[in-house]
Structure formats: C-alpha cells, structure tokens
C-alpha cells in the first residue's frame, strides 16, 4: 500500500550545526504534511506541519520543505542542540480526511558534543 | 490545561489475560485516536472515535481488538485474550474537530508486554 518513508535511518550530526532530515511520500492525494519528534519512552511532540499549497514553512529553529514535483519532504533544524536528539517521524494525512495520520518509519538524530 | 493522559503506563499481561488501555483526551477535544508502535517503527493507525462512536476502525484487528470513547469518561483500547505479538506502544491522541489538518495531540503512551 501507499505509505510513507524516510531515505536514512539515522543521522549523527555535530553539536551546533544544521540538521537536515529526509522523507519521501507515495501517496500524490496526500495534502498536508506533519513532523513530529519522539523522545525516549514519550509519544510523538508535534514540531511542524505543511499544506501541499505550500513550498516552505518556517518555525522556531525548524523550517519544512516540500517538494510535489518529487514528493519529498525534509525538516530542517538549525544549530542542532543536545536535547534535539529524538527520533523524527513525517507523516502525511489529506485535509479532508478526518482521521488517520500515516507515519514514516523515522530517522533516529544524534547530537555528537 | 492538561495534555492528553493515558493510563497506566506500562501493563504487564500473560498471554490469554485482557489488557484495557485507557486515554483521556484534551480538554475540549472530541475526538480519539488509537496508535500502536513496535520497536524502531513507525505508529500505524488502528482506530479513530468520536464521542459514542466508532469512525474509522479500519486498521484494527477484527478480532480480540475493541475500541470505545463513552459519552462520560475516558476512551478505552480493549484486548482480550492477549498473545505475545500484542506487545507494542499504544498511543492515545486526540483533535479538537473534524479536519485532516487539525493537530493530533499525543499522549504518552502505554506499553504493553505479554509474557
């Protein structure tokens, strides 16, 4: 079935530097787009979302961008900190669907000091 | 204002026992979600309730699985007659209306072990 994925496991990235995650989409009805970041032991945190009428969409320290043309969706996060390591889940749903939201199968960041 | 709260945690079960999973929603919200997640996975949908009903039940399994979200009280995840391929995550969220993109808001989980 459609789904969505991510091209890279894991990602180690230097204290300080920008990190930037990778998700490809299938599924061309999908129209909005979330990231949600999972600590240890927690349930995802929502950290940003996308509608496909957008390209770009900036927040605290996090932009997401997204790519139609390739379904590509990526998340980047500037001046990567310690507490930044969590493993980062996009997942797709159609604005106008009520329920489920599809997740990828994550990308685990760590932060080396 | 709270976030959404599941209870308990962690449940220890033997296979053949049930297992209730309960998740209150954010306050003003209406509308539940049920979540599993194994190990190193991604949360794959299971079902999704409003109050006193059930909408989209499409990813959960036809038996032993039960879901419900009472007019009063909390929304409950029923497994009966647990196995060891149960073990997994359960994550409740919950949204305040009807639309895809309105933010689901997760809980912290429970963590099911069958022995």
């Known amino acids: 079935g459609e789904s969505v994925g991510l091209h890279l496991p894991t990602l180690s990235v230097q204290e300080g530097d920008n990190s930037i995650i990778n998700c490809a989409y299938s599924n061309s009805a999908s129209d909005y787009f979330i990231w949600y970041k999972q600590e240890s032991g927690k349930g995802p945190q929502f950290i940003i979302d996308i509608r496909s009428n957008m390209d770009k969409r900036q927040g605290q320290r996090v932009t997401v961008l997204l790519n139609k043309t390739v379904k590509h969706l990526s998340l980047q996060i500037a001046a990567t900190q310690p507490g930044d390591s969590a493993v980062y889940f996009c997942?797709?749903?159609?604005?106008?669907?009520?329920?489920?939201?599809?997740f990828g199968s994550g990308t685990r960041l760590s932060i080396r000091p | 204002n709270a976030g959404v709260m599941q209870n308990p945690r962690h449940l220890v079960r033997r296979r053949g026992q049930e297992a209730r999973l309960r998740c209150s929603p954010m306050k003003g919200h209406s509308h539940v979600y049920w979540y599993r997640q194994l190990p190193e996975e991604g949360l794959k949908f299971m079902v999704y309730l409003q109050k006193e009903n059930i909408i989209d039940e499409s990813g959960m399994p036809k038996e032993r699985f039960s879901a419900e979200f009472p007019k009063e009280g909390p929304s409950i995840l029923r497994i009966q007659q647990v196995v060891r391929g149960d073990s997994a995550a359960y994550f409740c969220?919950?949204?305040?209306?009807?639309?895809?993109?309105?933010?689901?808001?997760f809980g912290p989980g429970t963590r099911l072990l069958v022995l």
């Open positions: 997942a797709e749903n159609k604005a106008s669907s009520a329920s489920k939201i599809i």
């Open positions: 969220a919950s949204s305040r209306k009807t639309s895809g993109e309105e933010t689901q808001y």
